[in-house]
C-alpha cells in the first residue's frame, strides 16, 4: 500500500470567524432611517371638482408633487388635525368640510328622498295591535326556507313570546292585589277579582280571533297560565285542544318545534300535577328524566319531598333518587339548599340491601359530593362504598361503577396532596383486583397527576401512593404485552419522575432514582429517562459549584456517573446504549471525572462491532450503517477534547477506534466507511492544530498537554497518512471495476442529495462502449 505524505494545514479560527461576521456598513444621519423624526408642515387645500364624484382636495405646497393621501382625507387626517391645533378657526372649517362631504356621500348613496326609520317608526307600529305584532312574529315560524336557521328563530321568536306571557300574567295578577289582600301562590280562581278575570278572559278571545292557525297557538301557549286564572281545570282542557291544534300543521319540522314549545310551557303545570296526583312515581321519573337539569336542580327539595311520598312497590325509589342525582350533576341546586339535599338521598340509598341496586344510585351521587363538599364527605362517602361493597366480594361484579367513581373523584380533585389524604382512597383502590382493570385505574390516576400537577413536587404522601400506582402498572408487564402498551405505561410512569423534584437536595434526588431504578427495571424507556435524570442532576451539580467542585460534591459526581455506567448495559437498543455511553462520557468529562469518562468511551468502542447489518425502527428492519454513521461522528467531535491517558499512549481511543472501524463488516459497494474515514481525517487536522476549536472548562485537552510536540504531530500525521491510504485504495477498486463503478454510482444517485450523479449514470455506459 503506498503511503502519501500528510501535512494538516494552520488554521487561525479566530481569523476565520470574523471574516464569516456580516459587515457593519456605516449609516450617515442624511440618509433615510425608519426612526427619523417626522417634521409636520401645515398645507393649504384647495377643491378639485371631478367628473362623476362629489368632492375632492389637492395639496399645494412648496412641492409641485400632488400628496393623494390629503386629497383623499380632506385636510382631516390626524397630522393635518395636529398642525391645525394653533388655529381654532382652521380645525373649525375642516371638521365643518368633512361633515358636508359626508352627508353629500350619504344622499348620493340613499337619495334625497330617503327618510330614517327613527322618523316613521313610532307611526309604523301604532298601526298595529299587540296581538297582530304578535302574529307577524309568530308568523315568521312558519317559513323553513333556510332550514339551517330555523332553531335561531325559534329561540329569538320564542324568547319574545315569552317575554309576553310573563309580562300578561303579571299585569293580571297585578290587578288581584290590593292594600287589603294579596293573592297567595297557590291561588284559585275564586281568589282572583271579576276585573283580573275579565282581561283574561279579552285576551283569550283576542286571540281566538287570529285566523291563522301557527301564530293563533304560539300566542295561546304563551298564556297558557293565565288559565289559572279562570278556572282550576283551565290548563287541563286547554291542553288537548292545543295538541289537537299541532296536529293540523303540515310541514314535520314546524309540527315538532310547536310540540317542543308546548311542553316547555306545561313545565310548572307538570310539576303542580305530579304533586297532586301523589304516589306516580313512573310519572315523577319521567319528569326527572325529560325536563331541562336546571329546572330540576332549582326544584331539588320538592323532588325530593314528592319522593319520599312514593309508594315503594310501584317503583323503587333508589331509581327515582338516582335520576335526580343526574339532573344534579349537570346543574347546581341553590347553594342553601346542598347539604340538606345530599342528608335526604343518602339516608336512602345507605340503606339499600341489594349491591347493584346500591352502585348504581351511589355512583350517581359521588359526583355531586365532589363537586360540592370537601374531602371529609367525599371520604364518608367513599368509606359508605366500601362498606356495601366488600361483603361477599360484591365488588367483583360492579368494576364499571367503581371505575366511574374513581374519575369523577379524580375529576374533581387535582390537588393530589388533598386527594391522597382521602383516608379511603387507597382502601377504595385495593377493591380492584382484577388486574386489568386495576392498571386501567392506575392509568387513569397518573394521566390526570400529569395532566394537572403544574409544580414538581416532594410530598412524601404523593411519592409514596404514586410510586405503588406505577409500580402497580409496571408489574403487569409481560411477555404478551404489546409494545403499544408498553410504550403508554412508560409515558405514564415518566411522567411521573419527571415531576419530582428534591430541589437543592441533590443526595435524596439521587436515592430516589436509585429506588425507581430497582421498582421499574422492566420498562426499557423508563431506565433511559432515569439515566437521563441523573446526568441532569450531576450537571445541575456542576452549575451550583461553578464547576469547582468539593470533595463531597465530586465524590456525589461520581455516583451519578456510577449509577449510568451500570445502568446502560441492562438495555436492550444497541443505539440506545451507544448514545447514552457517549452522553454520560461527556457528562463525566465536564464533571473532570477522566478515568469514568475514559470507560464510558472504552465501552461505546467495544459495542460498535455488535451493531448488526439491519435494525428494527416502528416495525420495520431497516440497514444500520447511516445510523452507526451518524453515531461515529458525533464520537469525533468529543475526542478531540478528550485529553489522552498517560499509561496508554498518543490518541489510544482514536487508534481503538480505527481498529474497530477496519475490522467492522461493511456492505458491499458501500461509502459509509470512507465517510468515516474522512471524517477521521477531519478530527485528526483538528487536533493537529495549536490550539483547538473547543474546550470543556477545567479541562486540558491534548493542546495544552503535548503544547505542539513534534513527536504528538508525527504521530497524528502516520495516522493520518494511514487512513489515507484506505481511502484512495477505495478509489482504485472502484477504478478497476467499471460495474462495480456504474452500480455504485447508480445507488447513490438514488440518495435525496446525491440527485446529480443521475445524469451521469445515464452516460458512463455509452462512453464505456465507445
Given at each position: 500500500?503506498?503511503?502519501?505524505?500528510w501535512?494538516s494545514?494552520?488554521?487561525?479560527?479566530?481569523?476565520?470567524?470574523?471574516?464569516?461576521?456580516?459587515?457593519?456598513?456605516?449609516?450617515?444621519?442624511?440618509?433615510?432611517?425608519?426612526?427619523?423624526?417626522?417634521?409636520?408642515?401645515?398645507?393649504?387645500?384647495?377643491?378639485?371638482?371631478?367628473?362623476?364624484?362629489?368632492?375632492?382636495?389637492?395639496?399645494?405646497s412648496?412641492?409641485?408633487?400632488?400628496?393623494?393621501?390629503?386629497?383623499?382625507?380632506?385636510?382631516?387626517?390626524?397630522?393635518?388635525?395636529?398642525?391645525?391645533?394653533?388655529?381654532?378657526?382652521?380645525?373649525?372649517?375642516?371638521?365643518?368640510?368633512?361633515?358636508?362631504?359626508?352627508?353629500?356621500?350619504?344622499?348620493?348613496?340613499?337619495?334625497?328622498?330617503?327618510?330614517?326609520?327613527?322618523?316613521?317608526?313610532?307611526?309604523?307600529?301604532?298601526?298595529?295591535?299587540?296581538?297582530?305584532k304578535?302574529?307577524?312574529?309568530?308568523?315568521?315560524?312558519?317559513?323553513?326556507?333556510?332550514?339551517?336557521?330555523?332553531?335561531?328563530?325559534?329561540?329569538?321568536?320564542?324568547?319574545?313570546?315569552?317575554?309576553?306571557?310573563?309580562?300578561?300574567?303579571?299585569?293580571?295578577f297585578?290587578?288581584?292585589?290590593?292594600?287589603?289582600?294579596?293573592?297567595?301562590?297557590?291561588?284559585?280562581?275564586?281568589?282572583?277579582?271579576?276585573?283580573?278575570?275579565?282581561?283574561?278572559?279579552?285576551?283569550?278571545?283576542?286571540?281566538?280571533?287570529?285566523?291563522?292557525?301557527?301564530?293563533?297557538?304560539?300566542?295561546?301557549?304563551?298564556?297558557?297560565?293565565?288559565?289559572?286564572?279562570?278556572?282550576?281545570?283551565?290548563?287541563s282542557?286547554?291542553?288537548?285542544?292545543?295538541?289537537?291544534?299541532?296536529?293540523?300543521?303540515?310541514?314535520?319540522?314546524?309540527?315538532?318545534?310547536?310540540r317542543?314549545?308546548?311542553?316547555?310551557a306545561?313545565?310548572?303545570e307538570?310539576?303542580?300535577?305530579?304533586?297532586?296526583?301523589?304516589?306516580?312515581?313512573?310519572?315523577?321519573?319521567?319528569?326527572?328524566?325529560?325536563?331541562?337539569?336546571?329546572?330540576?336542580?332549582?326544584?331539588?327539595?320538592?323532588?325530593?319531598?314528592?319522593?319520599?311520598?312514593?309508594?315503594?312497590?310501584?317503583?323503587?325509589?333508589?331509581?327515582?333518587?338516582?335520576?335526580?342525582?343526574?339532573?344534579?350533576?349537570?346543574?347546581?341546586?341553590?347553594?342553601?339548599?346542598?347539604?340538606?339535599?345530599?342528608?335526604?338521598?343518602?339516608?336512602?340509598?345507605?340503606?339499600?340491601?341489594?349491591?347493584?341496586?346500591?352502585?348504581?344510585?351511589?355512583?350517581?351521587?359521588?359526583?355531586?359530593?365532589?363537586?360540592?363538599?370537601?374531602?371529609?364527605?367525599?371520604?364518608?362517602?367513599?368509606?359508605?362504598?366500601?362498606?356495601?361493597?366488600?361483603?361477599?366480594?360484591?365488588?367483583?361484579d360492579?368494576?364499571?361503577?367503581?371505575?366511574?367513581?374513581?374519575?369523577?373523584?379524580?375529576?374533581?380533585?387535582?390537588?393530589?396532596?388533598?386527594?391522597?389524604?382521602?383516608?379511603?382512597?387507597?382502601?377504595?383502590?385495593?377493591?380492584?383486583?382484577?388486574?386489568?382493570?386495576?392498571?386501567?385505574?392506575?392509568?387513569?390516576?397518573?394521566?390526570?397527576?400529569i395532566?394537572?400537577?403544574?409544580?414538581?413536587?416532594?410530598?412524601?404522601?404523593?411519592?409514596?401512593?404514586?410510586?405503588?400506582?406505577?409500580?402497580t402498572?409496571?408489574?403487569?408487564?409481560?411477555?404478551?404485552?404489546?409494545?403499544?402498551?408498553?410504550?403508554?405505561?412508560?409515558?405514564?410512569?415518566?411522567?411521573?419522575?419527571?415531576?419530582?423534584?428534591?430541589?437543592?437536595?441533590?443526595?435524596?434526588?439521587?436515592s430516589?432514582?436509585?429506588?425507581?431504578?430497582?421498582?421499574?427495571?422492566?420498562?426499557?424507556?423508563?431506565?433511559?429517562?432515569?439515566?437521563?435524570?441523573?446526568?441532569?442532576?450531576?450537571?445541575?451539580?456542576?452549575?451550583?459549584?461553578?464547576?469547582?467542585?468539593?470533595?463531597?460534591?465530586?465524590?456525589?459526581?461520581?455516583?451519578?456517573?456510577?449509577?449510568?455506567?451500570?445502568?446502560?448495559?441492562?438495555?436492550?437498543?444497541?443505539?440506545?446504549?451507544?448514545?447514552?455511553?457517549?452522553?454520560?462520557?461527556?457528562?463525566?468529562?465536564?464533571?473532570?471525572?477522566?478515568?469514568?469518562?475514559?470507560?464510558?468511551?472504552?465501552?461505546?468502542?467495544?459495542?460498535?462491532?455488535?451493531?448488526?447489518?439491519?435494525?428494527?425502527?416502528?416495525?420495520k428492519?431497516?440497514?444500520?450503517?447511516?445510523?452507526?454513521?451518524?453515531?461515529?461522528?458525533?464520537?469525533?467531535?468529543?475526542?478531540?477534547?478528550?485529553?489522552?491517558?498517560?499509561?496508554?499512549?498518543?490518541?489510544?481511543?482514536?487508534?481503538?477506534?480505527?481498529?474497530?472501524?477496519?475490522?467492522?463488516?461493511?456492505e458491499?459497494?458501500?461509502?459509509?466507511?470512507?465517510?468515516?474515514?474522512?471524517?477521521?481525517?477531519?478530527?485528526?487536522?483538528?487536533?493537529?492544530?495549536?490550539?483547538?476549536?473547543?474546550?470543556?472548562?477545567?479541562?486540558?485537552?491534548?493542546?495544552?498537554?503535548?503544547?505542539?510536540?513534534?513527536?504528538?504531530?508525527?504521530?497524528?500525521?502516520?495516522?493520518?497518512?494511514?487512513?489515507?491510504?484506505?481511502?484512495?485504495?477505495?478509489?482504485?477498486?472502484?477504478?478497476?471495476?467499471?460495474v462495480?463503478?456504474?452500480?455504485?454510482?447508480?445507488?447513490?444517485?438514488?440518495?435525496?442529495?446525491?440527485?446529480?450523479?443521475?445524469?451521469?449514470?445515464?452516460?458512463?455506459?455509452?462512453?464505456?462502449?465507445?
Amino acid at each position: 500500500m503506498a503511503v502519501f505524505p500528510w501535512h494538516s494545514r494552520n488554521r487561525n479560527y479566530k481569523a476565520e470567524f470574523a471574516s464569516c461576521r456580516l459587515e457593519a456598513v456605516p449609516l450617515e444621519f442624511g440618509d433615510y432611517h425608519p426612526l427619523k423624526p417626522i417634521t409636520v408642515t401645515e398645507s393649504k387645500t384647495k377643491k378639485v371638482n371631478r367628473k362623476g364624484s362629489t368632492s375632492s382636495t389637492s395639496s399645494s405646497s412648496s412641492s409641485s408633487v400632488v400628496d393623494p393621501l390629503s386629497s383623499v382625507l380632506d385636510g382631516t387626517d390626524p397630522l393635518s388635525m395636529f398642525a391645525a391645533t394653533a388655529d381654532p378657526a382652521a380645525l373649525a372649517a375642516a371638521m365643518d368640510s368633512s361633515r358636508r362631504k359626508r352627508d353629500r356621500d350619504d344622499n348620493s348613496v340613499v337619495g334625497s328622498d330617503f327618510e330614517p326609520w327613527t322618523n316613521k317608526r313610532g307611526e309604523i307600529l301604532a298601526r298595529y295591535t299587540t296581538t297582530e305584532k304578535l302574529s307577524i312574529c309568530s308568523k315568521l315560524l312558519s317559513d323553513t326556507s333556510v332550514i339551517q336557521f330555523y332553531p335561531s328563530k325559534f329561540v329569538l321568536i320564542t324568547d319574545i313570546l315569552d317575554t309576553f306571557g310573563k309580562l300578561v300574567y303579571e299585569r293580571i295578577f297585578s290587578m288581584c292585589v290590593d292594600s287589603r289582600s294579596v293573592l297567595p301562590d297557590h291561588f284559585s280562581p275564586e281568589n282572583a277579582n271579576d276585573t283580573a278575570k275579565e282581561t283574561c278572559l279579552n285576551w283569550f278571545f283576542k286571540i281566538a280571533s287570529i285566523r291563522e292557525l301557527i301564530p293563533r297557538f304560539y300566542v295561546e301557549a304563551s298564556i297558557l297560565k293565565c288559565n289559572k286564572f279562570l278556572s282550576k281545570t283551565g290548563i287541563s282542557e286547554c291542553l288537548p285542544r292545543l295538541t289537537c291544534m299541532i296536529r293540523g300543521i303540515g310541514d314535520p319540522l314546524v309540527s315538532v318545534y310547536a310540540r317542543a314549545y308546548l311542553c316547555r310551557a306545561l313545565l310548572t303545570e307538570m310539576m303542580e300535577r305530579c304533586k297532586k296526583l301523589g304516589n306516580n312515581a313512573l310519572l315523577l321519573n319521567s319528569v326527572m328524566s325529560a325536563f331541562r337539569a336546571e329546572f330540576i336542580a332549582t326544584r331539588s327539595m320538592d323532588f325530593i319531598g314528592m319522593i319520599k311520598e312514593c309508594d315503594e312497590s310501584g317503583f323503587p325509589k333508589h331509581l327515582l333518587f338516582r335520576s335526580l342525582g343526574l339532573n344534579l350533576a349537570l346543574a347546581d341546586p341553590p347553594e342553601s339548599d346542598r347539604l340538606q339535599i345530599l342528608n335526604e338521598a343518602w339516608k336512602v340509598i345507605t340503606k339499600l340491601k341489594n349491591p347493584q341496586d346500591y352502585i348504581n344510585c351511589a355512583e350517581v351521587w359521588v359526583e355531586y359530593t365532589c363537586k360540592h363538599f370537601t374531602k371529609r364527605e367525599v371520604n364518608t362517602v367513599l368509606a359508605d362504598v366500601i362498606k356495601h361493597m366488600t361483603p361477599d366480594r360484591a365488588f367483583e361484579d360492579s368494576y364499571p361503577q367503581l371505575q366511574l367513581i374513581i374519575k369523577k373523584v379524580i375529576a374533581h380533585f387535582h390537588d393530589f396532596s388533598v386527594l391522597f389524604s382521602v383516608e379511603k382512597f387507597l382502601p377504595f383502590l385495593d377493591m380492584f383486583q382484577k388486574e386489568s382493570v386495576r392498571v386501567e385505574v392506575c392509568k387513569c390516576i397518573m394521566d390526570a397527576f400529569i395532566k394537572h400537577q403544574q409544580e414538581p413536587t416532594k410530598d412524601p404522601v404523593i411519592l409514596n401512593a404514586l410510586l405503588h400506582v406505577c409500580k402497580t402498572m409496571h408489574d403487569s408487564v409481560n411477555a404478551l404485552t404489546l409494545e403499544d402498551e408498553k410504550r403508554m405505561l412508560s409515558y405514564l410512569i415518566n411522567g411521573f419522575i419527571k415531576m419530582v423534584s428534591f430541589g437543592r437536595d441533590f443526595e435524596q434526588q439521587l436515592s430516589f432514582y436509585v429506588e425507581s431504578r430497582s421498582m421499574f427495571c422492566n420498562l426499557e424507556p423508563v431506565l433511559v429517562q432515569l439515566i437521563h435524570s441523573v446526568n441532569r442532576l450531576a450537571m445541575e451539580t456542576r452549575k451550583v459549584m461553578k464547576g469547582n467542585h468539593s470533595r463531597k460534591t465530586a465524590a456525589f459526581v461520581r455516583a451519578c456517573v456510577a449509577y449510568c455506567f451500570i445502568t446502560i448495559p441492562s438495555l436492550a437498543g444497541i443505539f440506545t446504549r451507544l448514545n447514552l455511553y457517549l452522553h454520560s462520557g461527556q457528562v463525566a468529562l465536564a464533571n473532570q471525572c477522566l478515568s469514568q469518562a475514559d470507560a464510558f468511551f472504552k465501552a461505546a468502542i467495544s459495542l460498535v462491532p455488535e451493531v448488526p447489518k439491519m435494525i428494527n425502527i416502528d416495525g420495520k428492519m431497516r440497514p444500520s450503517e447511516s445510523f452507526l454513521l451518524e453515531f461515529l461522528c458525533n464520537f469525533f467531535s468529543t475526542l478531540l477534547i478528550v485529553p489522552d491517558h498517560p499509561e496508554h499512549g498518543v490518541l489510544f481511543l482514536v487508534r481503538e477506534l480505527l481498529n474497530v472501524i477496519q475490522d467492522y463488516t461493511w456492505e458491499d459497494n458501500s461509502d459509509e466507511k470512507i465517510r468515516i474515514y474522512t471524517c477521521v481525517l477531519h478530527l485528526l487536522s483538528a487536533m493537529s492544530q495549536e490550539t483547538y476549536l473547543y474546550h470543556i472548562d477545567k479541562v486540558d485537552s491534548n493542546d495544552s498537554l503535548y503544547g505542539g510536540d513534534s513527536k504528538f504531530l508525527a504521530e497524528n500525521n502516520k495516522l493520518c497518512e494511514t487512513v489515507m491510504a484506505q481511502i484512495l485504495e477505495h478509489l482504485k477498486t472502484l477504478a478497476k471495476d467499471e460495474v462495480k463503478t456504474l452500480e455504485y454510482i447508480k445507488k447513490q444517485s438514488k440518495q435525496p442529495d446525491m440527485t446529480h450523479l443521475t445524469e451521469l449514470a445515464l452516460r458512463l455506459p455509452l462512453q464505456t462502449r465507445t
